[in-house]
């Protein structure tokens, strides 16, 4: 379903409130007290106006001066109720739709997070958080009961007043409607303009402070000041423009309003000083349109925020429209140990003008040690991520043992893979959950083991608390080498049959890379696959790929020209 205008994503949010029973008892319970509210709106200045008649007739009447009383304090009660149920309803929405965007974000190819930043992801999200409660509020308890009080307002006027009043009423708020509609269509147009370079504004602020350490030695803050700066300067512009376009619409709104309630106001007076009408009728067709004008000059800019949500929203619901990753069908298939892996004529390609791999086969048994060698750019992580599943062959089929890799579940395929990057991504947050972040139910035991494996041990003695440690945004506090050993822990907790390595030993000093490949290779029964340019590494191989050669062979690494042990491929 494309959520592309305003209906199908109010629809969509009420969808979301409607799946929970909570919320659907809360949505029920807000409706009520606003049928209630608006009742009483309604009935307020009539009922003053018989009261002010009683009082000048001096007939003066218990029952209306507690009437009007306790259905003003009844307005006022179920105005407060809506509102304290419409919380509940509004940040628990937002919630579920952030969650579900976020679902969303782990399901997307990998392609879309390349073309995208993560300040459009943080700016999608604070959408969300900004605009679900405002065109919650907006569209249903401030629009609608706005236009169904006025609807009953003119009934009165029809059933009990002349043709005259009703039509005066009309016409204002007709006039009031189709300028706010027509005139704010330029605003919204700037609107839409100052959203875009919002979006741009945050991705740029995001990806320079990000990089602040770089900034930093590089001695390029003024610079990196002058392009933020750049940014919000634009920024600042489009939305200057697109504010006072709304201010415009603002003082044209508040003329239209001014004139009807003149004309109104001299029609019933004429009324009254000839006697047609009483001095209550006066008081209250006044009441009603006074009642009103704070609501209608609010029209405006609820209208303004409302189109406002929409057209922020519409970049959301574009998102959740987008084709996930192709779903597994067939969650029955389990894969049996030994796995085999298996490259069939396997070619990869970016796009049509830049070819990757191309025709790349090769078998590897379980257990065996293979080294991806080959200069930069020419695939061998890309390798990498084919086995992960991340991207799909452009020609070929991969096999782990005699199923297609891409018929496999993601989680029967992560149960038996596991993948160590040359860059290790840390969270803010403990060493402890940093590495057991792979595997929450390690025992201590188990942990303790795979820590010494990992030549951890060392640094968490140096440490101040040890594992409960935190070692800041991104792992700032730790270095190279030790986010690689925390890098290696994960690898090892998750004992996975297949293990993936893309340049291992990059960031370790020599000492700790002998100590590290001894683990590695002590990992029985594990199929390795190293991306590497270690010899030391190479020698370990019991197949090596070189991608930049076209000779074919499946001999043990025998010296640092790599072309004598390679796998056949054509680049």
Known sequence: MQRNNPLAILYSIIS???QETRLRIYLALSIGALILGIVAQVAIPLLFKLLIDSLINENKSILLVSSYGLIWMLSQISMSLRELLMHGIEQRSSKLLMQKIIYKFY???????????????????????????????GSLFYLVPVLIELVAVIFILLRWYPLQYSCILFITISLFLLYTLFI??????ARHSAIKQQKKTASTITDWLSHYELVKVFGRIPYALQKISHALSKRELTEVKALKLFDFVRIGQSCILGMGLTCLSLVISDAVTTGLLTPGDFIMLNGYLIQFMMPLGMLGYIFRDIKNAFLELQDVFKIIDLVSEQSIKNNCIRLTKPIKVIFDKVSFNYSMKKSILKNLSF???QGQTVAIVGPSGIGKSTIIRLLLGLYRPTNGIIYLNVI??????PEELYKHIGIMTQETFLFKGSLKENILFAQPDTTETELNNILSQAQLLPLIETLPDGLDTCIGERGVKISGGEKQRVGLARLFLRKPTIALFDEPTSSLDI????DIIKSIMNLKNTTKI???HKSNLLEQADITIDLSSIDFSLQPYVNANYSDSVVKTEI
Request: charged residues 20%.
């Open 16 to 18: 979301i409130i409607l």
């Open 530 to 532: 190293i991306v590497t």
């Open 511 to 514: 000492t700790s890379e002998k």
């Open 184 to 189: 704010t269509k330029r605003a919204l147009i």
């Open 107 to 137: 399901h997307l190819p990998l392609q879309y997070h390349y073309d995208h930043s993560l300040g459009e992801y943080i700016d999608i999200l604070q959408r969300i958080q900004r605009h679900v409660p405002l065109l919650i509020w």
């Open 404 to 409: 297609s890799l891409h018929t496999i579940p």
């Open 363 to 365: 078998t590897i048994e």
